[in-house]
T-cell receptor, first 112, second 109 residues
Framework: EPEVTQTPSHQVTQMGQEVILRCVPI?????FYWYRQILGQKVEFLVSFYNNEISEKSEIFDDQFSVERPDGSNFTLKIRSTKLEDSAMYFC??????????FGDGTRLSIL | RKEVEQDPGPFNVPEGATVAFNCTYS??????FFWYRQDCRKEPKLLMSVYSSGNEDGRFTAQLNRASQYISLLIRDSKLSDSATYLC??????????FGTGTSLTVIP
């Protein structure tokens, strides 16, 4: 069964540094998402992406965050200047037409 | 008011029991509804979509009540492997998805 893959599985970064989280969605999917889950808390929507542009974003997704699909396969989330409170599990998901979302395994981001 | 509310539990039930989870949502314009399960420190995995007429998949039955803005999940004949957190997920007219905090289920031998 096709899968959403995310790399790295764990990223440790100093506060203030930039970090890029990578995702390879399922190949024929059209909609792409990023979510985060702070330890012990609920999954929170960050952003959805369709047709090479952001279609929705939450209030969490401020100017520090950006997304890109640079080469038609990877879907990246960049955090420009990380803060301690950015520590969380970040999940990528993709969705085909008329299908539910499939999630990747997640990247655990630890900010020191 | 939260977009999606769930009873966090925990629910501790014996094997073979029937257990029901409830979820309410605040936006009457919500369009799509799902139940996901999440094992500890793993990604959410789709359990089932929820349709207006209600739907069943094996031991799992989902119901939607649009008038009351209420979704339910019924698990019959609980197995040890059903132990997980069950997430109610609602999406609006755009591509924005809201997760509940999840309901924790432990099935006891």
């Amino acid at each position: 069964e096709p899968e959403v893959t995310q790399t790295p599985s764990h990223q440790v970064t100093q506060m203030g540094q930039e970090v890029i989280l990578r995702c390879v969605p399922i190949s024929n999917h059209l909609y792409f998402y990023w979510y985060r889950q702070i330890l012990g808390q609920k999954v929170e929507f960050l952003v959805s992406f369709y047709n090479n542009e952001i279609s929705e974003k939450s209030e969490i997704f401020d100017d520090q965050f950006s997304v890109e699909r640079p080469d038609g396969s990877n879907f990246t989330l960049k955090i420009r200047s990380t803060k301690l409170e950015d520590s969380a599990m970040y999940f990528c998901a993709s969705e085909g037409a008329g299908q539910p979302q499939h999630f990747g395994d997640g990247t655990r981001l630890s900010i020191l | 008011r939260k977009e999606v509310e769930q009873d966090p539990g925990p629910f501790n039930v014996p094997e073979g029991a029937t257990v029901a989870f409830n979820c309410t949502y605040s936006n009457s314009a919500s369009q799509s509804f799902f139940w996901y399960r999440q094992d500890c420190r793993k990604e959410p995995k789709l359990l089932m979509s929820v349709y207006s007429s209600g739907n069943e998949d094996g031991r799992f039955t989902a119901q939607l009540n649009r008038a009351s803005q209420y979704i339910s999940l019924l698990i019959r004949d609980s197995k040890l492997s059903d132990s997980a957190t069950y997430l109610c997920v609602v999406s609006n007219t755009g591509n924005q998805f809201y997760f509940g905090t999840g309901t924790s289920l432990t099935v006891i031998p």
